[in-house]
């Protein structure tokens, strides 16, 4: 694995980067501009207690957001999120939503190492019917053929958010597209994730970023070490938590229900 140390360049990297740390107070940013870089051959997980950095992150990377300051260096072209939409009308046939995607990127559908028939073999595999439009699908067909489509096209760099489609990627009904991915990163591709699935980051990362919560850098490394570093943050975050929670009987108390953002953070 290539890190910071090798004298490879990067396939992208972080100039003065800051970004917002705070969803409720636009003045908190990261404590200090970012600098490190992804590598050629790198599939990188990027870990954090701070839920909305992570989010602000990977929204700029998507196009989503502009950074506070400074910029994203790469001369490589990034995917659209992993297994999302990809802006396709949902009056659009199967077949049709192909074949408009095809004439926008049909220079990374050249390179990939995935072929368009073993695209159209997983969806017949779901029973997915290319003639049909997409509003027609049910919705664990409609997460196929997004994650398929996403799979498909083969961008030097594939940007992989945290979301509910990125859980879909992970179960049973998708273990032929895991198969399919794991040719396009054999192939060469390289990707940067915040995916919070611990099974997701070992079977497809291989590097690992630990943020604090201003996105100050803890650690930047082995995986494994990443992983078990930014277990042991969350656990001290919610302990604190714990601790800083003190009953008060004078309140009211209201029982909410989190909302849609509180659990994921689709794009």
Known sequence: MLNSSSSAEPILAFDEFV????????????????????YPGERLSVMTTNSFLSY??????????????G????QSNLSWPLAGQG??????????????????YGDTLERSHVSP??????LKSQEIDIS??????TKDQKNFFFAALSILFSFDICIAPRSTYLLFFMTEDAKLLRSLFRKQLDGGLCM???AGNNPFKRQFCNRGIVLGPLGELIFDGDLDEAIDISKRNDMLLKRAEAEESQFDYGEKLINLSPTAEDLYNDF
């Open 19 to 38: 970004l917002r740390a705070d969803k409720t107070d636009s003045s908190v940013v990261t404590s200090s501009p970012w600098s490190w870089s992804l």
């Open 56 to 69: 602000q992150l990977m929204a700029t990377l998507s196009g989503l957001v502009e950074p506070v300051s």
């Open 71 to 74: 910029e994203v260096l790469t």
């Open 87 to 104: 802006g396709l009308h949902s009056s659009l046939t199967i077949s049709n939503g192909f074949e408009f995607v095809s004439s926008i």
């Open 117 to 122: 028939g073993e695209f159209f073999d997983a």
């Open 132 to 137: 049909i439009p997409l509003k027609e699908l």
């Open 192 to 194: 940067i994730t915040n």
